[in-house]
């Protein structure tokens, strides 16, 4: 939380005075232009409520039962709180009855219709409204959620603020390796900066990661952009800059939001997709046809960003692939962290929580229970519909996806295709199709020329025998070839 300052402090003691509150009654909340800036308007009186209650669901029916009593600033919101939330504004006092028990929250300032920062106007904030018989209109009672507010087209999927925390997911380099996709990926991590990070894979934990996720803000002001959160009960408030540094990422690109629909992360999607622009289809992650780009994308929505999310591409993932791919940096990867942390979502985050609370040398809860181990492994890789549902760890067969929604399966590895050092990170299906038909040509024409080995062993008396090879063949070559995948 942000304390007030002294001279917001002296008028709160005063008020509180005036209205015979006392001092250990008032929860201090930070700035009101913080708070606009983070949540929309109307979703303000359930904030307050959840930073006052730690409640977070009202449920659906409850929503539109004070709409006709309270507005925002001349506004009716969409969402207001549940019956038992009593709003009283007097000299920048808001008291809530919440479960039979007083709550007073103090603003010390507001926000003015242009967005500008003005002093708290005592009584302004909340106006009482009309009295209205009529019934609520639809458009006021049914909000669409959506937790990933970057997502190239939006997810109309109902998501919760709570729920059990996730394990972040660490690379499997068993499945890299057979793949052919190792010395790719670590290309990738490499050049956004993340070999530190992805080398982490200390031991996650429940409440260190629930209690980090769900307390995550992230204040981007403009000269000194910050984070809070808790850590178990213990709350911080940190630059970005120092984020950045406990997480072992450089400060640097612009924090400002990503526009809607960015031409350079939707030109960047379109070229690891194969010109897949169809306006009906979401950005899918599976769309990526190169096997490293696309377990590296799988791997900064389990691992990365905190909030999951492995099945929209949004532009959080477009903005890491861009700096991987690319090298150039115009955005500001902690500033995604923070803005991702601080959405909606299923909860993950764990490395990211055990990375700031070592930076803080706080201890360890020793009641803290841990969380399972997670790896982007072969059965992880086949939920995702990377490898083919009968692949083995020996045998993988990839999954490649054209923008027409025709789908190839390509034996792996195929160094020879897949390579995000090519000109182009996307392919056709006829380059697919004329690479696979003269790799089969190749290895017809091997087998059919194959010279059969032979064993030249001379015995001669009272001397020890001796073997000799053919130049320049090893003692490999004779290995029993049944234990070679077979070719598909």
Known sequence: MIKLNDEDMREAKKSLKEKGIKPEDVKNLPPIEDICETIPPSSMIEYMKDIVTNKRKIPNEEISTMLANYSFNGKIPK???????VIDCNKGMVTFNVDDKEHTVYFPKRIDKKGKMKKFKFGELFKKATTSTGRPSRASTQIRRSYNEDVIAPSFAPEEDHGAPNASSFPCYEFLTNAGILDDFFTLVNRAGLATYVGDERGQ???????????????????????AFKIYDILVT?????????LGI?????????????????????GITGDDCRTIQRGKIRNIQLPAIKYFAYYIGTSILGRENTSNI????????????????????????????????????????????????????????????RKLDIAAMKSHRFVTTDSTIDNMVYRMLFADGNEKEIPLPQPGLFNIDRQSWSLTKEAVEEHMKIQEFHQQHDSENAEPSYDYTVTYPDVSSSTYMEPGRSSSYYEDTTSWGPWE
């Open 79 to 85: 969402k207001l709180g549940d019956p038992g939330a």
């Open 314 to 373: 949004s532009s959080y993932h477009l903005a890491f692939l861009n700096v991987a791919l690319t090298g150039e940096t115009p955005y500001h990867l902690g500033s995604l962290i923070a803005r991702r942390l601080s959405s909606r979502g299923p909860i993950f985050g764990g490395t990211i929580a055990l990375r700031i609370l070592t930076h803080l040398d706080i201890p360890l809860d020793s009641n803290d229970v841990p969380l399972t181990p």
């Open 205 to 227: 934990y429940y409440r260190l990661t629930k209690v980090f996720v769900e307390s995550f803000k992230f204040h981007n002001t403009e000269y000194e952009p910050t984070v």
């Open 238 to 246: 940190m630059k970005l800059e120092e984020f950045c540094c406990a």
């Open 250 to 270: 450089a400060p640097v690109g612009t924090a400002r939001r990503i526009d809607d629909n960015p031409r350079d992360l939707l030109e960047l999607y379109r």
